[in-house]
Every structure is written in C-alpha cells, then in structure tokens.
C-alpha cells in the first residue's frame, strides 16, 4: 500500500508561483506514473499533468502547458507540481495520484480510473 501526502498548497495573487509537492510513503514506489489532478467546486476532477517515474517524460493539459512543469526525485519517492503565472481560473484542491505498478505498463495515465492511490488534496487558491 501507498500514501500519498500533498503540501504546498495556499493563497497567491495572479501571476505568481506555487510549487506542491508529493510524497509517497509505505514503500518504494515503483508504478508507472504520477498524476496530477484538480477539482474546483461544482466541476469535475480534471486532468492536469503526469510524469513518467522510469524516464521523466510528462504531459500536461493545454490550459497549463507552459505554465505549470512537473519533475520526480525518485531517491525519496517524491514528485512535484511547480506552478507559475497562476491563474485565478486555476483555483481548485489539486489532487496527487499515483498507479500500483500492476498491469500493463501504458502511457499516457490522464484519467483519474488510470490511478490506484491518492492524496488527500491541497487547495491552491489564485486572487486576481
């Protein structure tokens, strides 16, 4: 079994930088990738990037390339989300996610039913 632990989350004006963090605890983690995801209220938990754990390589939503870069450290089985030009439209409880290494290795994992564990959110909040 994996937990998951997210911090990093909190208030910040338009244009500024948030980084979460994500860590896995348990066991080494050893799944395919990590995922991020966010939910606003009265919306559905959207996809917002995942990172590859072997090779590094990560894919975001079009609305946060180039904004938000997702990087790993995988010597403490911990991945992070480093947000920049936020926007207030990016206000939600970010969600981290992780798969259990079972099954078929497949890219990219961009649905939350791709996951197997995951954090107990952290709320980023974006004033204009």
């Known amino acids: 079994q994996v937990q998951l632990v997210e911090s990093g989350g909190g208030l910040v004006q338009a244009g500024g930088s948030l980084r979460l963090s994500c860590a896995a605890s348990?066991?080494?983690?050893?799944?395919?990738?990590m995922g991020w995801f966010r939910q606003a209220p009265g919306k559905e938990r959207e996809f917002v990037g995942t990172i590859s754990w072997s090779d590094g390589k990560t894919l975001y939503r079009d609305s946060v390339e180039g904004r938000f870069t997702i990087s790993r450290d995988n010597a403490k089985n911990t991945n992070y989300l480093q947000m920049n030009s936020l926007k207030p439209e990016d206000t939600a409880v970010y969600y981290c996610?992780?798969?259990?290494?079972?099954?078929?290795?497949?890219?990219?994992?961009?649905?939350?039913?791709?996951?197997?564990?995951w954090g107990q959110g952290t709320q980023v909040t974006v004033s204009s």
């Open positions: 348990g066991r080494t983690y050893s799944g395919y990738a």
């Open positions: 996610a992780a798969d259990s290494g079972m099954g078929r290795s497949r890219w990219p994992r961009i649905r939350p039913v791709d996951y197997d564990y």
